[in-house]
């Protein structure tokens, strides 16, 4: 065999070897069991430009419920984003979890409602109650892309300049909650500074 001829046959076999390590690489992260070890390349960053518009016809207290931007994630105040979806059983689970934590931590909670139905939204608000502050819509899923969200539900945390200081992957719980997210609210605040 000649020298151009093993070079030949190590190139075309090279993307199987690629191939080969990253289906290893996400083997192994699958059998980890644990999504919220899912590393994000936004904490520590800005939050996303990104608009969430109002969803029709989901009212609090007579008015409607107002959508939001990355700009009210920079107004002073540690807040969540949560994703979530009616037709995502974990976002059922999760919900009274989100009620008892705006309740206890007092925070501003911004819920996206993906790729969903307008009437699917209002049916899971009125259903289950609204911990929201605001509550915008991502029809398209474009919001969440920039996000870098991987499936339904995932929070973030955000301090009061609108970075992005933790993510959690997947439904909360209250040990998440205990040992996760209030940690990290509480980090926040530290770093939060009223403009």
């Known amino acids: 065999m000649r020298v151009g001829e093993g070079r030949s046959q190590l190139l075309r076999l090279l993307p199987v070897l690629i191939f080969v390590g990253v289906a290893g690489f996400f083997a192994m992260a699958l059998r980890s069991?644990?999504?919220?070890?899912?590393?994000?390349?936004?904490?520590?960053?800005p939050a996303p430009q990104t608009v969430f518009p109002?969803?029709?016809?989901?009212?609090?207290?007579?008015k409607q419920e107002p959508g939001f931007s990355n700009a009210d994630l920079a107004k002073g105040k540690v807040s969540l984003v949560n994703f979530w979806a009616s037709w995502c059983q974990p976002c059922v689970e999760e919900h009274p979890l989100l009620i008892q934590l705006k309740h206890d931590a007092g925070v501003d909670i911004y819920g996206v409602n993906y790729k969903d139905e307008a009437a699917s939204a209002r049916h899971f608000i009125g259903r289950f109650g609204n911990p929201f502050t605001a509550l915008g819509g991502d029809a398209e899923g474009r919001g969440a892309i920039e996000w870098g969200v991987y499936g339904m539900p995932e929070t973030f945390v955000v301090?009061?300049?609108?970075?992005?200081?933790?993510?959690?992957?997947?439904?909360?719980?209250?040990?998440?909650?205990?040992?996760?997210l209030l940690p990290a609210i509480e980090k926040a605040r530290g770093l939060a500074v009223t403009p």
């Open 33 to 45: 069991g644990d999504p919220s070890l899912v590393p994000s390349t936004l904490v520590g960053k």
């Open 54 to 62: 109002a969803i029709d016809g989901i009212e609090t207290n007579g």
């Open 159 to 180: 301090d009061g300049k609108g970075k992005v200081v933790y993510k959690h992957v997947g439904p909360i719980s209250s040990e998440s909650i205990a040992t996760r």
